[in-house]
Every structure is written in structure tokens, then in C-alpha cells.
């Protein structure tokens, strides 16, 4: 049982759980470019933790670099327009890309990012996604580095928040927003 859970979380996937699988996923990632230098992409503010495991675990020389994005405002479906809050501070020309996703919902967010990454000329771009809910999916991504599939429900924890809660829970668990307190 973790330390710190609310009520209204569900646990979903524990802490070991998510370890070991994001050991198996920075394996591949450092097989797979091996002999070249990577630049991560974290995309804030949902996947800092994920990132912040998951480049630990690469065995390859890395850079981290963060983009800020917005499509959820304080609700729990998206809203469909994606936001850039915060942009890159250094160029990625010439660079191989691994952007970091903490889910992958209705694709609209990760395709739009894919968009703006590629007309800034990186030699590659690759995606890692700690979640893929395929029932809400409305533009299909390709996803090259995959931690977990899930049901149509919303999680919260490792990162992910509702009306920026609960981004510290250190596991992943399904949210009753109904059940959410106000303070
Ligand atoms: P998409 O554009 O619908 O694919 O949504 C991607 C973004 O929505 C993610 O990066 C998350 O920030 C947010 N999101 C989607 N599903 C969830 C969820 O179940 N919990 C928390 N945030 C979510």
C-alpha cells in the first residue's frame, strides 16, 4: 500500500511496476541508438516524472530539453486545442529526437507536437509514451517506445494530474471525480 493515498484514487499500476517496465523501455531506447547521442523531450508538465526515470535508466550520452503544452485546461476530457506554454530554448536542428509523452489520448496533442518538432529540422523523431488509451483515439500517432495500454478511464499520479492535483502520488491510479474534495 503506498504511503500517501487519497481515497478517491483507485491504484492502477504500482511503483514497481512502473520501474521495471521503464527499464525495459530505456533498454530497447539505448540499444536502438546506440553510438549516438539522444536529446529527450520531456513534455511538461504531465511527463517530468517519467522522464525523470526514464532518463536515468538510458545508458547513452543525453540531453533534456522541455516543452510546455496545455489541452486539458482543469477538465477531464481534452479540449481539443493544444497550447504551447512553454517552447524549446536551444535549437534541435541536426538532433535525435525522443519525445517523451506522459499519455496518449486522443493523439491530437502528440501529432500537433510532432508537427512543430519536425518543421525545426531534427535528423529524427521518435515517441515515448508511459500510456495509450486507443478507445478515445481521433488522429492515429505511431508510438515507437509504449509503456502500458489502458482502458477508457482517467488516471492521475507519476505525473499526471487533474485540476493539477496528485502529480506527486507516486503510482498510477483511476480518479472518481465525483469524489474529488474541494480544497
Ligand atoms: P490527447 O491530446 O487527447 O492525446 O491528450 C494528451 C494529454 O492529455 C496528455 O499529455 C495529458 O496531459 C492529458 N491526459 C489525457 N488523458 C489523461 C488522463 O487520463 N489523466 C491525466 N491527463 C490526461
Sequence with gaps: ???????????????????RRIAELAAQITEDYAGRSLVLLCVLKGSFVFAADLARSISLPVRCEFLGVRSYGDDTKSSGVVQITQDLTRPVEGDHI????????????????????????????????????????QRKVEIDY??????????????????????????????DPTAVPSS
Design 1 to 19: 500500500m503506498p504511503a500517501f493515498s487519497p481515497p478517491e484514487v483507485k491504484p492502477l499500476i504500482g511503483a514497481d511496476e512502473l520501474a
Design 98 to 137: 525522443l519525445i517523451v509523452e506522459d499519455i496518449v489520448d486522443t493523439g491530437l496533442t502528440l501529432s500537433y507536437l510532432r508537427e512543430q518538432i519536425r518543421s525545426r529540422n531534427p535528423a529524427s523523431i521518435k515517441v515515448a509514451a508511459l500510456l495509450h488509451k486507443p478507445a478515445r483515439m
Design 146 to 175: 509504449l509503456g502500458f495500454t489502458i482502458e477508457d478511464v482517467f488516471v492521475v499520479g507519476y505525473g499526471l494530474d487533474y485540476a493539477e492535483r496528485y502529480r506527486n502520488l507516486p503510482f498510477l491510479g483511476v480518479l
